[in-house]
Nanobody, 128 residues
Framework: QVQLVESGGGSVQAGGSLSVSCAAS????????MAWFRQASGKEREGVAA???????TYADSVKGRFTISQDNAKNSLYLQMNSLKPEDTAMYYC??????????????????????WGQGTQVTVSS
């Protein structure tokens, strides 16, 4: 069993920066895929960024060049640094992981329904 706990987030004006973190406990398997998803009010959940256990990363087109996903294996932690934030980035951000597989091509195609473990989410609000 894997438990994920997000922290960080908050409110910022457009153009600003925020970071969110995810602390993982339990054995995640190897390989594994960890990802950030988000869901805005009234919208479907969407993938934001993903990282494999070997460090390979994938980003949604909407955040490329602005967001950076990273991990610290020693701390069992996942991070998302968000720069040049836009009002449309406002959403609840969730950390998720799926063990025993790499993220692979099309990691977001199922909108996270294929990810086994989820955190409770943390809110990011960007005002114009």
């Amino acid at each position: 069993q894997v438990q994920l706990v997000e922290s960080g987030g908050g409110s910022v004006q457009a153009g600003g920066s925020l970071s969110v973190s995810c602390a993982a406990s339990g054995y995640r398997g190897s390989p594994y895929c960890m990802a950030w998803f988000r869901q805005a009010s009234g919208k479907e959940r969407e993938g934001v960024a993903a990282i494999d256990s070997d460090g390979s990363t994938t980003y949604a087109d909407s955040v490329k060049g602005r967001f950076t996903i990273s991990q610290d294996n020693a701390k069992n932690s996942l991070y998302l640094q968000m720069n040049s934030l836009k009002p449309e980035d406002t959403a609840m951000y969730y950390c998720a992981t799926d063990p025993w597989r790499k993220c692979g091509w099309g990691v977001f195609r199922f909108r996270g329904t294929d990810f086994a473990y989820w955190g409770q989410g943390t809110q990011v609000t960007v005002s114009s």
